[in-house]
């Protein structure tokens, strides 16, 4: 069983910053692509960035300059540092990951429950 747990939303005013954390558990014996997917209500699901098994890293253009992804491969973790939020940033935030549990060779996809990050003043 393999599981994503998202953490670190909440209410921030606009321009300030939130860290949000995706923590893979479980028999996971190699990680591939790890991403952040938001959804705001009313609104599709779509790709905040990705981040590769070697950190290379791709953003959606609406956050390039502004979020940054990293990842601890140890720790299976992937972060999203969020800064100079926006009025429009508000959604939950999703991590998803490519991942080939122990004992398999097959890779599936998994995703977290999702964390809401709220920006208002």
């Known amino acids: 069983q393999v599981q994503l747990v998202e953490s670190g939303g909440g209410l921030v005013q606009p321009g300030g910053s939130l860290r949000l954390t995706c923590a893979a558990s479980g028999t996971t014996a190699y990680i591939y692509t790890m991403g952040w997917y938001r959804q705001a209500p009313g609104k599709q699901r779509e790709l905040v960035g990705t981040?590769?098994?070697?950190?290379?890293?791709n953003y959606a253009d609406y956050v390039k300059g502004r979020f940054t992804i990293s990842r601890d491969n140890a720790k299976n973790t992937m972060y999203l540092q969020m800064n100079s939020l926006k009025p429009e940033d508000p959604a939950v935030y999703y991590c998803?990951?490519?991942?080939?549990?122990?004992?398999?060779?097959?890779?599936?996809?998994?995703w977290g429950q999702g964390t809401q990050v709220t920006v208002s003043s």
């Open positions: 981040i590769s098994s070697s950190g290379s890293t």
């Open positions: 998803n990951a490519d991942i080939r549990r122990a004992g398999s060779i097959r890779r599936d996809d998994y």
